[in-house]
């Protein structure tokens, strides 16, 4: 029996009982495989999603540890991360969930079953996790509440507990590495636009108008103290208020007394979608612009150093004004449920962002929340961020928030979110970074 048909038939027989599962071969909605890799499509059932399993195309080379990827919103199957780590001999199963629900404990399962699965290959004896920008909150709380059990996602702190079904005795995962993550529920929070009122916009706190120190030409800003103070908290109080309105019809739905009795539809203007949002360091380049402490840095001419590390992103303004009115990037068509469980978070009087960190913020109080879910992270850890992108300072923090004892941090110097370089004197930072995330899983006596 060829291993692809020894692949299928294991997946088959781990299915059954879970649900009619599709056919374990049908044909994926996926890219051309690349000639050196070959992908083996899997059907997890019609309820829970599928993926494809990458792997060089004579095998792999280093069948003992295996990687699940995934993201809560991405198509998956075309992800470059698992074609980078495939070339360098590992096995890669990517999942996407079906159904389009993009909460972290909606996803969790799915991921349960993909590391269930793998340790039923032939060789394989370690499973880790990769997770890459908001896949890094995802894998984050998989694994917490894999080791703590669902009460590290459910209890009283959280604005949203986490639905515990499905959430009891997940597969632990041996390690995890987290590529650019960004903070969870913080991100999408400070995607919030402030200015937005019924009228139109309110200047004293429009982080787009040249009079606070935004260059509509050139899309780079340099906003004053005062401002962003201002500008923080106005940000934040909308926030609040946005929850407070969803707990509200939270409750009259719970009460039987709402549109829907599961959820409702909530309607967000001036949100961001994904990247986008009205995040004041995206074009204030001296925020967030370098790390609190030293760290190892991937160099573009081979070498490494340690030192506190300096972000080389350019301003990212422009794209986000032009969007300002639309639906598709700056509305949210959101439920109540999804929008206090993705973009919910506390702050206090003392929140503020700086050149080298973000305080003032109650981590615990979301349970998509990348820092909090940490804390609950014992296994051995990676995270490796980006030097031009802004997620420079919420790597670090994700860091800093590891209860790992075995858990290491690099930058990679030129390289843009999408592992690409920012300039073409970077050199080839796509090789450079999971050339280090390989070296870092086969280090002698982590796994």
């Given amino acids: 029996m060829s291993v692809r048909r020894r692949l299928a038939l294991a997946l088959t027989l781990l299915v059954a009982g879970a649900g009619t599962a599709l056919p374990a071969q049908q044909a994926a909605p996926i890219q051309r495989v690349p000639a050196d890799l070959s992908a083996t499509y899997l059907a997890f059932g019609a309820r829970e999603g599928d993926g494809l399993l990458y792997e060089a195309a004579g095998g792999a080379a280093k069948p003992r540890i295996a990687l699940v990827f995934a993201h809560p919103s991405n198509n998956n199957l075309n992800d470059p991360v698992a074609r980078e780590m495939a070339r360098r001999g590992y096995r890669v199963l990517t999942l996407n969930r079906s159904g389009g629900d993009e909460r ?9 079953r993909g590391v269930t699965w793998l340790r039923t290959l032939p060789g394989v004896e370690r499973v880790v996790l990769v997770g890459h920008s908001g896949g890094g909150p995802l894998m984050a709380f998989y ?34 590495v987290l590529l650019d993550p960004t903070l969870g529920a913080f991100h999408q929070m400070t995607s919030i636009d402030p200015a937005v009122t019924a009228d139109g916009r309110d200047p004293s706190v429009d982080m787009f108008d040249p009079a606070n120190g ?44 709402g549109q829907f009795s599961d959820d409702e539809p909530m309607m967000v203007r001036g949100i961001g979608v994904h990247a986008f949002g009205a995040r004041l360091y995206q074009p204030d380049t001296r925020l967030l ?12 001419d081979g070498s490494t150093s340690e030192g506190v590390v300096q972000s080389l992103r350019a301003p990212g303004g422009q794209d986000v004004r032009a969007a300002l009115s639309t639906l598709r990037l700056m509305g949210s068509n959101t439920t109540v449920r999804t929008f206090l469980a993705q973009a919910a978070i506390r702050t206090g009087p003392d929140y503020a962002i700086d050149a080298d960190s973000i305080t003032g913020v109650d981590w615990r109080s979301a349970f998509s929340s990348a820092p909090a879910n940490a804390q609950g992270i014992t296994v051995p850890a990676l995270v490796m961020t980006m030097s031009c992108h802004y997620l420079l300072v919420s790597g670090e923090i994700i860091f800093d928030s590891l209860a790992s004892r075995d858990k290491s941090f690099a930058a990679v110097e030129g390289a843009t979110h999408v592992f690409t370089p920012c300039r073409p004197g970077y050199g080839d930072t796509v090789k450079r970074t999971f050339d280090h995330v390989d070296a870092w899983l086969l280090k002698p006596g982590r796994f």
């Fill in 143 to 176: 694994q917490n509440v894999a080791e703590q059990g669902p009460g590290a996602c459910s209890g009283p702190e959280k604005i949203l507990p986490c639905r515990t079904e499905g959430l009891k005795d997940l597969a632990r995962a041996d390690g995890i």
């Fill in 214 to 257: 935004y260059d509509a030409a050139t899309g780079k800003a340099a906003y004053a103290p005062d401002f962003r103070r201002r500008y923080l908290a106005a940000q934040a109080a909308r926030g609040a208020v946005l929850t407070r309105s969803a707990l509200d019809r939270l409750r009259a739905v719970e009460a039987g007394q």
């Fill in 289 to 300: 612009a370098r790390t609190h402490r030293p760290h190892l840095l991937l160099r573009a």
């Fill in 104 to 112: 972290l404990d909606a996803i969790a399962p799915l991921i349960a």
